[in-house]
T-cell receptor, first 112, second 115 residues
């Protein structure tokens, strides 16, 4: 399975933008880049995904490098509720099932 | 929130005893998954199902079996629990891949302690 590399931890301030980087130098042409986050004592929660083009949704934006070897999750205006572990995942697929391989993720701390 | 429940939510059991964890969904999603999460680690896939009676192994399937006799239920069984299986277990569901089907929804988790 293709792997991703993320910083172990990051810190930001409330109401400021946050850029969470992810390297995936061994990505294949058919791998989708997914981001999930896990709040304390909860199951992971889907954030966003993309293939080649930048993507936006109500939670975040995903910027994908032109060579697809890296991507950045952007939280435009962080709140205290965004404090979580963020996972960058390359989605593998078999018979329509998503085989997600989670790394250790980035623990994001938001300061008030 | 997606309709996913896990039972029990907490369980303490002794080494060598069988344990079954249940995942129940009300979304009628085709795909279901079992993960485990250990302290300081991300989730690891144990088994998954791509339909009733259709299951396959994930990356850490040794010591676990699964069954899916109905769309809504996916059971994870530890035939003979060991201390190394102490973990938090998460169930997840998805419709499939492509477009809006790409989200995977997770349950609240089951904390299992094997003494």
């Amino acid at each position: 399975d293709a792997k991703t590399t993320q910083p172990n931890s990051m810190e930001s301030n409330e109401e400021e933008p946050v850029h969470l980087p992810c390297n995936h130098s061994t990505i294949s042409g058919t791998d989708y880049i997914h981001w999930y986050r896990q709040l304390p004592s909860q199951g992971p929660e889907y954030v966003i995904h993309g293939l080649t083009s930048n993507v936006n949704n109500r939670m975040a934006s995903l910027a994908i490098a032109e060579d697809r070897k890296s991507s950045t999750l952007i939280l435009h205006r962080a709140t205290l509720r965004d404090a979580a572990v963020y996972y960058c995942i390359l989605r593998d697929e078999y018979q329509g099932a998503q085989k997600l391989v989670f790394g250790q993720g980035t623990r994001l701390t938001i300061n008030p | 929130d997606a309709g996913i429940t896990q039972s029990p939510r907490h369980k303490v059991t002794e080494t060598g005893t069988p344990v079954t964890l249940r995942c129940h969904q009300t979304e009628n999603h085709r795909y279901m998954y079992w993960y485990r999460q250990d302290p300081g680690h991300g989730l690891r896939l144990i088994h998954y199902s791509y339909g009733v009676k259709d299951t396959d192994k994930g990356e850490v399937s040794d010591g676990y079996s699964v069954s899916r006799s109905k769309t809504e239920d996916f059971l994870l069984t530890l035939e003979s629990a060991t201390s190394s299986q102490t973990s938090v277990y998460f169930c997840a569901i998805s419709e499939g891949v492509g477009g809006n089907s790409d989200e995977q929804y997770f349950g609240p988790g089951t904390r299992l302690t094997v003494t």
